[in-house]
């Protein structure tokens, strides 16, 4: 049997200011309706050989990925979440490690969640043929047919191939990123082949040489793994014995080191989309060359990629320009310097500037809630509550609120002591005031969203007010 499993803890500071830390790429809809994380998913649903997925998660992401999961009917054998990110060799080994335990003889397809492939009956095939090499013992990775002398992407050097496994071949060896002359001698040569990063091992077989090859982050793992805690339907890793695995990928832990190493090359439509000219190149285009999306007027532009979030965009006169605008910042970069986006997100960290990392849309297990307007001791929030979502029972020091409900139904529990909660109901341009120091929570028990406007008044207004009582999320 084959098990997914999805790596999902990078940031993709190079898609901001869409993409930000605390609502990364892989959750957001970047290629279609859905998020890049449930097209990762979907490409190896459960049957046919496959078993069910398990995603390796930043713990700030994890309602988000159960929720994804959920959506598109996928049941993760675990979701696990990592307390700090430590690259991708020690995922690697919590993921052997999670489905040696379920299946000794399982393999471990080890996929990115951010990636994009055009045909995945081809991935799949790819995948079946490196099963052959993997149930053989072999490490395989797949190397992408390369179409052009890309300097983004390492390579891997293919020697000859395997015996008795047809499509599948030796690693001669892993090369970093090159200049753009060499990238032009390696696709001339053809057999050179683009790094995907994707992987696939029987766990156990991965294990034996992790243990020969880097026993310091197997027992990392290994105690990560055991002292974490159950959180729900989550995995929580241990935090103190995570740290003590070296940040280190796979490849440099174990790919090139090891002798049991092979390749299937993949041509499948892939793209890492790891910047926004990656993306341009994906998307379909108009006469002109540009990429659009949401609210955009053109006129005499051409080849830019232009994507309005939240209001109207106008481009005029343009050519090779990236212009992103979102609810809060917007981004224009000449599409050849876009992969310098990261920088300027570093900066607006070491100035501690909120856009770096958050979106002005904040989501959360119950629902989400969009900062509109903020002063001198008040703030004015709309908050969104999905069907069944439920607040916890809390209670606030230094602000009052008042709630005005703008669409569908609020159940609202609020009183100034436990022993004192009245419960009441509201509809749609009815309101209700919290005073400063009541306990109170607010539900929506009907089938479509709830709306609400929340003006919040009081000294201090941070998100850290919050004393909890009851909190079904477990927060």
């Avoid at 793992?221 to 929580?236: P, T």
């Avoid at 409900?405 to 002591?417: Q, W």
């Amino acid at each position: 049997m084959i098990y997914p499993v999805i790596l999902s803890g990078g940031s993709g500071t190079r898609l901001w200011p869409v993409s930000r830390a605390l609502y990364p790429k892989q959750l957001l809809p970047m290629l279609s309706d859905r998020t890049m994380l449930q097209e990762t998913a979907l490409r190896f649903p459960e049957g046919a050989g496959y078993g069910p997925p398990a995603v390796i998660c930043n713990a700030e992401h994890r309602f988000a990925v159960a929720e994804q999961m959920q959506d598109i009917g996928a049941k993760p054998s675990a979701i696990l979440l990592e307390p700090a990110g430590r690259n991708s060799a020690p995922a690697a080994a919590v993921a052997a490690l999670h489905i040696a335990d379920i299946d000794p003889d399982g393999l471990v397809l080890l996929l990115a969640s951010d990636h994009r492939v055009e045909r995945p009956g081809a991935f799949r095939a790819a995948v079946e043929t490196g099963a052959v090499a993997a149930r053989a013992g072999r490490l395989v990775t797949f190397g992408i047919t390369p179409d052009r002398p890309e300097t983004g992407y390492g390579y891997i050097h293919r020697n000859g191939a395997l015996d008795d496994m047809d499509g599948c071949f030796g690693i001669e060896r892993f090369v970093e990123k090159p200049d753009l002359a060499t990238a032009e001698q390696y696709l001339a040569a053809g057999d050179y082949f683009w790094n995907s990063g994707t992987f696939l091992f029987r766990a156990r077989d991965f294990l034996a040489e992790l243990k020969r090859l880097a026993p310091d982050i197997l027992e990392a793992a290994k105690a990560a793994l055991e002292k974490g805690i159950a959180d729900l339907d989550f995995h929580r890793l241990d935090g103190e014995a995570f740290a003590k695995a070296p940040s280190i990928s796979i490849d440099y832990a174990v790919m090139e080191k090891t002798s049991l190493g092979a390749m299937v090359p993949l041509d499948a439509g892939w793209s890492d989309v790891g910047s926004w000219s990656a993306l341009w190149a994906v998307q379909d285009k108009d006469a002109d060359g540009n990429a659009v999306q949401g609210d955009v007027w053109l006129h005499k532009s051409t080849n830019n990629l232009v994507r309005a979030e939240s209001r109207l965009v106008t481009v005029i006169g343009a050519e090779d320009l990236i212009v992103v605008e979102s609810p809060d910042a917007v981004l224009i970069a000449a599409k050849g310097a876009d992969q310098d986006v990261k920088l300027a997100v570093e900066a607006l960290k070491e100035s501690g500037r909120p856009e770096a990392i958050s979106h002005a849309t904040t989501h959360r297990p119950w629902g989400s809630y969009r900062n509109i307007d903020s002063g001198d001791g008040y703030q004015v929030k709309r908050i969104t509550v999905s069907p069944g979502g439920r607040l916890s029972l809390q209670s606030h020091a230094h602000r009052a609120e008042h709630w005005t409900v703008i669409s569908g139904g609020a159940r609202v529990t609020r009183g100034p002591a436990l022993d004192r909660l009245d419960v009441m109901h509201l509809d749609p341009d009815e309101s209700v005031d919290i005073p400063l120091g009541w306990i109170h929570r607010l539900e929506n028990p009907g089938t479509v969203p709830l709306i609400i406007v929340e003006v919040q008044s009081g000294s201090y207004l941070g998100e850290d007010d919050i004393e909890r009582y009851d909190d079904q999320y477990g927060r």
